[in-house]
């Protein structure tokens, strides 16, 4: 029987490798659409809980299934090489992810920006930090197992493992039992347009909502006041910092 000219099968292996990763890239896309979904049609606390269980089988199903196709293998539901990888380079490992987290967040805006204009570009920005600040806080409670009213101290450790966290310098100053001061004393974005001697990106319409949502999903009794970020003024210390106060 002759094949088909449109069989995936026959092509050579070098379009089978990009169909594996167009592939890989529908599944990702298919995954957040149905994130997207279930969040309008039920709301986020629902959409987080949905997520959480479909995250954890299907991870499982998929490196279980891959495992045996590429040959490696899983010790406690992980693959066993990193698990056995030297600390430098799982250490290594960890910036790399986190800088490529920020490169597609830039990749998105400027595709937006380059076609629609800057203003396009920052409401699709704000309004992906009102989902992902809420779901990256969930995120990390879980993996930190944080309780609904870990506080500031809950928040002090939830924001050292932000993706921002693994890229960023940032510090934090205490002010009493009830709030305290974060800053981001070296922010990868912002220090590259100062080396390139360009002003400061806007970024404070995002960052009031970013910081806001990420300490409420964090806490609900905890709020956030802007004390700067661009387009305002700021010391040469950080380039943004904002302040968390634990409401009763």
């Known amino acids: 029987m002759e094949k088909n000219n449109c069989d995936p099968l026959s092509l050579d292996k070098n379009l089978k490798a990009r169909l594996i990763v167009d592939m890989l890239t529908r599944i990702v896309v298919h995954y957040g659409l149905w994130f997207t979904e279930v969040r309008h049609q039920m709301g986020m606390e629902k959409a987080l809980e949905v997520l959480d269980k479909a995250t ?5 199903i998929g490196l279980k299934r891959f495992s045996k196709v590429l040959d490696f293998e899983l010790e406690d539901g992980l693959p066993k090489a990193l698990l056995e990888m030297e600390e430098d380079k799982i250490e290594a490992l960890v910036g790399a992810i986190g800088k490529n987290w920020l490169v597609n967040d830039g990749v998105w805006f400027q595709s937006v920006e380059f076609d ?9 920005n704000d309004s992906c930090w009102a989902q992902f600040s809420p ?5 990390i409670k879980k993996f930190l197992n944080l309780d609904d009213q870990c506080g500031l101290e809950g928040l002090k450790k939830a924001l050292s493992f932000r993706m921002y966290s693994f890229i960023n310098v940032q510090s934090i100053v205490d002010e009493g039992p009830k709030s305290f001061v974060f800053q981001m004393n070296d922010c990868r974005v912002q220090s590259a347009r100062k080396r390139k001697k360009l002003d400061d990106y806007p970024c404070k319409s995002a960052g009031l909502v970013e910081y806001a949502y990420f300490a409420s999903a964090i806490d609900k009794r905890i709020e956030t006041e802007c004390v700067g970020c661009p387009p305002d003024d700021h010391p040469e210390e950080w380039f943004c910092a904002w302040r968390f106060l634990l409401k009763e």
């Open 135 to 139: 779901y990256e806080a969930f995120a």
């Open 116 to 124: 629609n204009g800057m203003n396009d570009a920052k409401r699709c």
């Open 56 to 60: 954890e089988k299907s991870v499982s």
